[in-house]
């Protein structure tokens, strides 16, 4: 099973939103609406902060959003802040019954 | 609170095992399977795994099939994740996390467990 492709890294200025994309197949995030976007800040635990394509955990800011079209899952952070700045990875479900991740996007506030 | 707690850091040489330990509290630890996830240094999250709690009932990742045994004992809420034939690529942070929805979603992660093999 290939890891989804995410870019390597994205940047934006405080207050602007930008989005993180995930690419899959339709083995996995294009056959289901189980895609999971986590936060990761270095040293720390992995945060789930969207779960089923476009659900939030309770207590994640409604400046996170996620969304998906075929094959491609979009994480979009809106009203960007300091504190965003980390590691993103989003993951699916597969037809095999695993779990693929992607393989990271570090998200920059300039 | 609801929190997994695991076991400390360990040092093993090439072509031994290592075994680590997530313990549940704060929920009824049988009401969701528990996965793992590790991370090498400088890699992304990649996904080993997962344990149905109730039936013991296990589905690992092609890559670490035949290296790879989870287990738990309900009695005292706590998953184990034994990882055997170590080689230096195994040197990595070990995380368990807990499934909400049985597909996928890991809401509560341990604080990770490190793991370094080294000769």
């Known amino acids: 099973q290939s890891a989804l492709a995410q870019p390597a890294s994205v940047s934006g200025s405080p207050g602007q939103s930008l989005t993180i994309s995930c690419t899959g197949a339709?083995?996995?995030?294009?056959?289901?609406?189980?895609v999971s976007w986590y936060q990761h800040h270095p040293g720390k635990a992995p945060k789930l902060i969207i779960y089923?394509?476009?659900n939030r955990p309770s207590g994640i800011s409604n400046r996170f959003s996620g969304s998906k079209s075929d094959n491609t899952a979009s994480l979009t952070v809106s009203g960007l802040q300091a504190e965003d700045e980390a590691n993103y990875y989003c993951s699916s479900y597969t037809s095999s019954s695993n779990v693929v991740f992607g393989g990271g996007t570090k998200l920059t506030v300039l | 609170q609801v929190q997994l707690v695991q076991s400390g850091a360990e040092v093993k040489k090439p072509g031994a095992s290592v075994k680590v330990s997530c313990k549940a509290s704060g929920y009824t630890f049988t009401s969701y399977d528990i996965c793992w996830v590790r991370q090498a240094t400088g890699q992304g999250l990649e996904w080993m795994g997962w344990m149905n709690p109730i039936s013991g009932n296990t589905d690992y990742a092609q890559k670490f099939q035949g290296r790879v045994t989870m287990t738990r004992n309900t009695s005292i809420s706590t998953a184990y994740l034994k990882l055997s034939s170590l080689r230096s690529e195994d040197t990595a942070v070990y995380y368990c996390a807990r499934d909400i929805t049985g597909l996928g979603a890991f809401d509560i992660w341990g604080q990770g467990t490190v793991v370094t093999v080294s000769s």
């Open positions: 089923e394509d476009s």
């Open positions: 339709s083995s996995d995030l294009g056959g289901y609406n189980y």
